[in-house]
């Protein structure tokens, strides 16, 4: 299987060329040509497979140029339980009748990124072996906080690799801000930017079309790639534990062999729901896909209406990790809905640089809105909704989870469907505490707490021990102390990749 670019002026290349590249050099994103498929005969063996069994499987799939025992010391270095606190390391959880959760947050950093961040560095070094590379992979990152810190566990001491995360100053929360200055690792660099986060990811992606700063840092030995949703390497690992997922409920007897579910997914990049849709494609019986979104309703918007418009006011919630406006991921699913037709999507994405906004046409809509469906919570509703899961289900969610919630249940409100359904999880609670703790026991109850006592408290008030990677997170040293302001981040990446 070969992979290809969305905007259709690259000549296919391997899996390992792909995710090497991270984006084509004719500005479009790669996707596989040919998928493979998982039949219904094939599935139900695969019932309840343990999950690195299961990843071993989906991987085979689409890392075509990639032999079983490379696949396999990929997938045992990352789903491990040093990595993951729950044995089946994407847990599903039954909240009533034909409604499930499925937690994806029960590795190193309480966010999903952790699934393609975990193994995508082994994924690296070795398509730049395979592909008869010699240079180490410097990995920049601009965060707004999850991706960082997953990125940052991910890639540390991986051999081959130097990973630089820009975070903006003012711009974290306390856990996120400590989860990445105390972070270990020798090839690993942490810098403030004075600045908000637009500011940090601009001067990040300048470094990626500054080409005397590329050759000159290929002199001193590595080149510079990206750990963002762009890469095919990060789409693909989410592709599995939504077949794990499935084959859970199949195997505990909530679902019957070929049974289509819905699952609704918290959206901000459109990585997430890009790899349900993904699994569909190769034989996952999904009826629905519920994208939730908060108040940055760019893609709710699209899906109701074909229009894509980012021509709006940005805001700032209490779902950070989902506040934002342009869903580069978006383009791969207008390639597979107009039949891979590379012409109109160079057409769209340009009128989006040029104008903000795209129609796709009636055809592709079609398609789209028969599969997609979706809605969006403000913060208010985001928090009633964590207030009740608590009271109704005794069930703790965090802020991204609680939209998905949300959306839910105006879904089932509108169109009284009986799919059974799977809410992906994409936070833990504890990450997202002080809204958590403020939603349940009111705002007295954070006064003057700082969100590593709410940590404990959160802890005592629900009997639920704090996830190890949030743990004793304020006693740890400080490691990373650097702040720069944002003209400085190319003078900081020369510095710190050819002077060390
Ligand atoms: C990144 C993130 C999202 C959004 O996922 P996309 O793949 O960008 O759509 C949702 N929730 C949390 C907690 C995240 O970290």
């Known amino acids: 299987m070969l992979y290809e670019s969305t905007r259709g002026k690259t000549e296919p290349v391997t899996s390992a060329q792909a995710i090497k590249m991270g984006i084509a050099p004719d500005g479009g994103l790669f996707v596989p040509d040919k998928p493979g498929q998982i039949t219904k005969e094939r599935m139900l063996k695969m019932a309840g497979a343990p999950y690195p069994q299961l990843a071993q499987a989906i991987l085979e799939l689409f890392l075509t140029d990639f032999s079983t025992p490379e696949i396999t010391s990929c997938v045992t270095s990352a789903y491990n339980k040093d990595k993951f606190d729950a044995p089946a390391i994407a847990p599903v959880t039954k909240l009533g009748p034909g409604l499930f959760i499925l937690e994806l947050w029960h590795g190193p950093t309480c966010a999903f990124k952790d699934f393609a961040l975990q193994i995508l560095p082994h994924l690296f070094t070795r398509a730049v072996v395979k592909t008869g590379g010699t240079e180490k992979i410097a990995i920049l990152v601009a965060t707004s906080g999850d991706t960082g810190k997953a990125a940052l566990e991910g890639f540390k001491d991986v051999p081959g690799t130097k990973t630089i995360v820009f975070y903006p100053a003012q711009g974290v929360s306390e856990v996120q801000k400590h989860q990445m200055i105390t972070q270990e690792g020798g090839n690993v660099h942490v810098v403030a930017v004075r600045g908000n986060f637009d500011q940090a990811q601009q001067g990040v992606k300048e470094i990626f079309g500054n080409v005397n700063l590329t050759e000159e840092v290929r002199r001193c030995g590595y080149y510079f790639s990206s750990a963002n949703s762009i890469n095919w390497g990060r789409l693909l690992p989410q592709i599995i534990y939504y077949f794990f997922a499935y084959l859970d409920l199949l195997a505990k007897g909530e679902l019957m062999a070929g049974e289509e579910i819905n699952f609704v997914v918290p959206t901000g990049n459109f990585g997430n729901i890009l790899a349900a849709f993904y699994a569909r494609q190769i034989g996952l019986p999904v009826h629905r896909l519920i994208l939730a979104a908060n108040k940055n309703n760019v893609l709710t918007d699209f899906i109701r209406t074909g229009v894509y418009d980012r021509n709006r006011a940005f805001f700032k919630t209490l779902s950070p990790s989902m506040d934002i406006l342009v869903s580069s991921n978006l383009e791969r699913l207008l390639f597979a809905c107009t039949g891979r037709d590379s012409e109109k999507i160079t057409a769209w994405m340009e009128e989006l640089e040029v104008k903000g906004r795209y129609r796709v046409d009636p055809a592709a809509y079609a398609k789209i809105s028969e599969l997609f469906w979706s809605d969006y919570a403000d913060d208010i509703k985001t928090m009633l909704v964590i207030r009740?899961?608590?009271?109704?289900?005794?069930?703790?969610?965090?802020?991204?989870?609680?939209?998905?919630?949300?959306?839910?249940?105006?879904?089932?409100?509108?169109?009284?469907?009986?799919?059974?359904?799977v809410i992906t999880s994409t936070a833990s609670p504890f990450k997202f505490n002080q809204s958590v703790v403020q939603a349940i026991w009111g705002k007295a109850a954070t006064r003057q707490k700082s969100e590593f006592a709410l940590l404990e408290f959160l802890s005592q008030k629900t009997g639920l021990p704090?996830?190890?990677?949030?743990?004793?997170?304020?006693?740890?040293?400080?490691?990373?102390?650097?702040?720069?302001?944002?003209?400085g981040i190319s003078w900081t990446v020369r510095k710190i990749l050819c002077q060390s």
């Open 388 to 421: 009740d899961t608590y009271r109704n289900y005794g069930y703790l969610v965090d802020t991204h989870t609680a939209v998905g919630k949300y959306v839910l249940d105006c879904y089932l409100q509108i169109t009284g469907d009986h799919h059974k359904t």
């Open 466 to 487: 704090i996830p190890p990677g949030l743990k004793d997170l304020n006693a740890k040293p400080v490691r990373h102390t650097l702040t720069i302001n944002p003209e």
